[in-house]
């Protein structure tokens, strides 16, 4: 957490998908909630949640690290 700079703490903080790859987890989600996924499209939402766990992980300490920043 120390190699977090506050400027890339800002940056991992505000990552959010892009517009494609939002509307692809979203079908997804709602075809796996429908149990329709075929197991390739269960494979990519794999994918998509590991890497959105990753990144809610990340911005946890990025979080941290700015709440640290912003500490007297």
Do not use: C, W
């Amino acid at each position: 957490m120390d190699s977090f700079t506050p400027e890339v703490a800002r940056r991992i903080v505000d990552l959010r998908a892009d517009a494609q790859t939002q509307a692809r987890l979203d079908e997804l989600a709602d075809k796996a909630n429908e149990g329709k996924l075929s197991p390739e499209e269960e494979s990519e939402y794999d994918n998509y949640l590991e890497a959105f766990h990753l990144v809610t992980i990340l911005q946890a300490k990025a979080r941290r690290v700015l709440d640290q920043e912003n500490s007297p």
